[in-house]
C-alpha cells in the first residue's frame, strides 16, 4: 500500500522516552509523528527519581515551572547492615550545584509525564496520535514505512526518513527488526508498594530514605513528593509474585513501618528488576530508546534518566542529517555513546544491588565490615551523582582531555542587571563558551565559530557575568579558557588558546 502521509521522524511510544524526544524534535522544528497504543499517560507512578542533567533537558524545553511543583529534593540514602549498622550513605552535593539544579530530586511521574505530552502538542511540528499501534515496518535505503493501526482496527502507511522506537520493555520496533538484548546478568524479583501517608504517619516514618541490606529480606524505602512512600521489598524463593501483590501481604510485609489505618495503599506490582541492553541501537534508518534499549534495576533511580539522555543525544544529530549537515558517521556515534555510557552505569548499579540483594548472613556481615573498613571507621556521604559516567569515544575531540565527554556547567548569571540560568542565554545549539580572559578574542571567535553553526557566549567583566564560581572552577579545574558544547551539554573539548580552539573547531566540522 503506497504512503500518503510522510513524516521526518516517526516517535513509536508517547512515555516519557517518546514524549521528551518529541518536544527535543519539536524545538528543532523537525516534522514529527508520534504515536502510542494507550490513549492515557500510565496512571501510576515507576520512575520515582530524576537527576540535573534530565531537569535541565526539561528546563529547555520550557518545562522547569510545569514540572517542578511535582518534584521534591532525594532524601539521602542509608544503608543498613546485617546488624543494622549504618554501612554506606548516598546523597548529593551541596550547592552551589553544577548543572543549575538539584542533583537528585524525587517527582510525580504521571503529572510530568502529563505535563511532557501537553508540551509536545504545541510544537507546530509535532503530530501526535494516541490509540495508535505499530503493527510493521520495513526499510529501504531512502526511507521507513509503518503499518500503523487504529483503535478501531483500520490499518494505514506512513512513510518516515527516521523511525526512533520509543516503545519500552517489550518494544516493537526492537521486535520487529530481530533485535536481541544483552543480559548483563542481574534478575531479582522484587514487590514495589506505593503508599500515601498522612502526616502523622510521615513523622514517625524514617526521615531519610532507607536501603536495609537485612539478608533475611533486602528492602529500599524511599520519601517521595508530599505523602508519597515506596516499599521496594526483595521476594523470596518460593513466593509467588502475583500472590505478593495482594493487599494482606502488603499490609503483613509493610506491619513493620505502617498499619492500614495510616495510609492508603495506592498499587503494590511485582517486576523482575533484570538488566538488558540491546546488542543494536541502530539498525539503518530506525533506532532504539528508553527502555526499548535497555532495562536496569531501579536502585539509584536510572532508568527513565538514561531514556532522556538517549532522546537528548539522538535528537540533535537526526536534525543535522535531516538538514543534510550530517551524515551516517555521526549517527553511528549514538549507539557507540549511549550504548557505553548504558553499560558502564548499568554495571555501577548491579554492583549496588549486589551489596543490597546480599541473602547469606555470613557474607552480608562480612560486606558491612568491608564497607565500614574502607570508610575508615565513619560513613561519609558519598554523591549519587559521582556514580553517573562521562560518555567515552564517538563524537568528542580526539585531544584527549578529562573535561572531554562530561556535562557543562550551566551556572546562574546575570546579564544586564538579570540573573538566569546559563542555557537561557547560551541556548541548546553548539557552543563556543568562553572565559573572560579569553574576551578580547571573542569577536574573532564568534566570526569562526557562527561558520561551524556555533554561538559564541563570552563571559567579560563589562557583560555576562558569573553569580558565584562554577564556571570560573571549572575552568581553572581543567586548565582552559574555552570549551567547545554539544547540543545536548556534552563537552566536545576544551582549550586553553584562541589557536588550539580554532584547531579544535576545524577537526569538529570535518568530522559531521
Ligand atoms: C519499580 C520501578 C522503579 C523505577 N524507578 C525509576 C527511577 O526512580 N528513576 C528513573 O529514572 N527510572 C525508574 N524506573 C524506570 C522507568 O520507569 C522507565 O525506564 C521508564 O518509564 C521507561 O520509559 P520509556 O518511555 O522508555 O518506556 P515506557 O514508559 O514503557 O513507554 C513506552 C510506550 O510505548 C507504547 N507502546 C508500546 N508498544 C507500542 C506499539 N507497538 N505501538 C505504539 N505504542 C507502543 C506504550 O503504550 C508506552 O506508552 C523504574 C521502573 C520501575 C519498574
Not at 496520535?129 to 535505503?141: A, F, M, N, R, Y
Request: contains cysteine; hydrophobic residues 45%.
Amino acid at each position: 500500500m503506497p504512503s500518503h502521509e510522510s513524516f521526518d521522524v516517526v516517535i513509536v511510544g508517547f512515555g516519557p522516552a517518546g514524549a521528551t524526544c518529541a518536544n527535543l524534535l519539536g524545538t528543532l522544528g523537525v516534522r514529527a509523528l508520534a504515536i502510542d497504543r494507550s490513549q492515557e499517560v500510565y496512571a501510576r507512578p515507576r520512575a520515582f527519581a530524576l537527576d540535573h542533567e534530565i531537569m535541565r533537558v526539561f528546563q529547555n524545553l520550557g518545562l522547569a515551572d510545569a514540572i517542578l511543583p511535582h518534584t521534591a529534593p532525594f532524601t539521602p540514602s542509608e544503608y543498613y547492615g546485617a546488624g543494622g549498622q549504618l554501612i554506606k550513605r548516598l546523597g548529593s552535593i551541596p550547592p552551589p550545584y553544577p548543572l543549575g539544579w538539584p542533583p537528585n530530586m524525587v517527582f510525580n511521574q504521571p503529572p510530568v509525564e502529563a505535563a511532557l505530552r501537553r508540551r509536545a502538542g504545541e510544537h507546530a511540528s509535532v503530530t501526535i496520535e494516541l490509540g495508535t499501534d505499530l503493527v510493521g515496518l520495513s526499510q529501504s535505503s531512502d526511507g521507513v514505512e509503518l503499518k500503523l493501526r487504529n483503535a478501531s482496527g483500520d490499518e494505514r502507511s506512513v512513510a518516515a526518513r527516521f523511525v526512533i522506537g520509543c516503545d519500552g520493555a517489550s518494544s516493537t520496533v526492537r521486535e520487529l527488526l530481530g533485535i536481541e538484548m544483552e543480559d548483563l546478568q542481574f534478575d531479582e524479583p522484587w514487590l514495589v508498594v506505593d503508599m500515601l501517608v498522612d502526616e502523622r504517619a510521615a513523622a514517625k516514618l524514617p526521615q531519610v530514605s532507607v536501603q536495609y541490606c537485612e539478608p533475611a529480606r533486602p528492602t529500599t524505602y524511599l520519601i517521595g513528593t508530599e505523602g508519597h512512600r515506596r516499599w521496594e521489598i526483595m521476594l523470596l524463593p518460593g513466593e509467588n509474585p502475583r500472590t505478593m501483590e495482594a493487599d494482606a501481604e502488603v499490609w503483613r510485609l509493610l506491619a513493620r513501618w505502617l498499619t492500614p489505618s495510616e495510609a492508603k495503599l495506592w498499587r503494590a506490582a511485582s517486576y523482575r528488576f533484570h538488566a538488558l541492553v540491546a546488542h543494536e541501537w541502530r539498525r539503518g534508518r530506525v533506532f532504539l530508546a528508553g527502555d526499548a534499549a535497555h532495562q536496569q534495576p531501579p536502585f539509584i533511580g536510572q532508568g527513565m534518566c538514561q531514556g532522556v539522555r538517549d532522546v537528548a543525544n539522538l535528537a540533535w544529530k537526526i536534525d543535522l542529517a535531516l538538514k543534510g549537515k550530517a551524515g551516517d558517521a555521526l549517527l553511528d556515534t549514538y549507539a557507540e555513546e549511549r550504548g557505553a555510557h548504558v553499560k558502564r552505569l548499568t554495571t555501577a548499579i548491579k554492583g549496588i544491588g549486589r551489596l543490597i540483594c546480599e541473602r547469606d548472613p555470613a557474607a552480608a556481615r562480612a560486606r558491612d565490615a568491608k564497607l565500614l573498613e574502607e570508610a575508615g571507621g565513619e560513613v561519609r556521604t558519598q554523591p549519587r551523582q559521582h556514580l553517573i559516567p562521562p560518555i567515552e569515544g564517538g563524537f568528542v575531540s580526539r585531544e584527549a582531555h578529562p573535561a572531554n565527554g562530561t556535562l557543562f556547567p550551566q551556572p546562574t548569571v546575570r546579564r544586564a542587571g538579570k540573573e538566569v540560568l546559563l542555557d537561557e542565554i547560551a541556548g541548546c545549539g553548539f557552543r563556543v563558551v568562553l572565559d573572560h580572559q579569553l574576551a578580547a578574542e571573542a569577536k574573532a571567535i564568534e566570526v569562526l565559530a557562527a561558520q561551524f553553526g556555533a554561538k559564541t557566549v563570552c563571559f567579560d567583566t563589562n557583560g555576562l557575568q558569573e553569580c558565584g564560581s562554577v564556571l570560573a572552577a571549572w575552568f581553572e579545574k581543567h586548565a582552559c579558557l574555552a570549551a567547545i558544547v554539544r547540543p545536548d551539554h556534552y563537552v566536545y573539548g576544551v582549550a586553553a588558546t584562541a589557536e588550539a580552539l580554532e584547531r579544535q573547531l576545524r577537526a569538529m566540522a570535518s568530522r559531521l
